[in-house]
């Protein structure tokens, strides 16, 4: 059965991450956070996703949202997510704010109207049924890297080239994983797969990127399909980004806590 979105209103799957492409090389980029950070625009980013998600029963549901990024001074991201449909969870968002001591994450739920903020025991929450989390949000910006990261010898995936880096997870941090392995592309340092490790060892997840899948914006390559199997639950994630446009204005008033939870054209 597919997990009931009332009982983590929100979503997430900012995929921005993989924008850009710069290369990776043995003397280059010697962790999994700078590598991420280097693939975001110079400036801003929107994007308009579809997530599917279907259970190992067959059970399915999809979800469309809209996705605002934008850097600011010191080079600290915000990022606001907003659901467009189904109709019952239209208009709950997700404000994510990147500070020098971390990451604040906020949620607006129409049902309640009301703001709440994410706190380290409730990251490991499904959003929406999906098999996503805040965390794996957080991962994917780059902006969850408390931990070790080692990076392990060059290896072929799939016929391509990857660097492969290891993150190991703080015990005390609220995270739901103990150690996430992430193989990224050389030659375009494209995170094309990422295994997520449950305490004990035990592989709880994988998430994809379908490098068949690359569209372009202004000089941006990204992959449209990705995808995040629960291996324990039997589930998987499809996301597909629909729209895309980098480096475009956006009003600052948008990422301001006061004003989350309003629609936004």
Partial sequence: MIRSPRLFPSL?????????????????????????????????????????????????????AKIWWQRFKAKRSRVLIQVRSPEDVRGASVLLIERDDGTDLFLYSPELKKTRRINSHSVSG?????????????????LAMAGA????????????????????????????YEKIIT???????IPMKSEMFAPGGTLQKVMRADLGSMIERDGVR???????EDVLEGSTTTLEVTSLEVDVKIKRRIFELATLGRSVD
């Fill in 12 to 64: 997430l799957i900012l995929f921005s991450l993989l924008l850009g492409s710069p290369a990776l090389s043995e003397g280059g980029l010697d962790t999994l956070a700078d590598c991420i950070r280097a693939n975001f625009p110079e400036q801003s980013s929107i994007q308009e996703v579809t997530l599917r998600t279907e259970d190992r029963g067959g059970s399915s549901r999809q979800l469309t």
């Fill in 126 to 142: 499904s959003l929406f049924g999906s098999d996503f989390t805040y965390e794996d949000f957080q991962q994917l910006q780059g």
């Fill in 149 to 176: 990261t080692e990076r392990l010898s060059p290896s072929a995936l799939d016929g391509v080239t990857v660097d492969a880096f290891v993150q190991k997870k703080d015990p005390e941090s609220g995270s739901a």
């Fill in 183 to 189: 193989y990224v592309t050389r030659k375009s340092c």
């Fill in 222 to 228: 990204i992959p449209s399909r990705l995808s995040m």
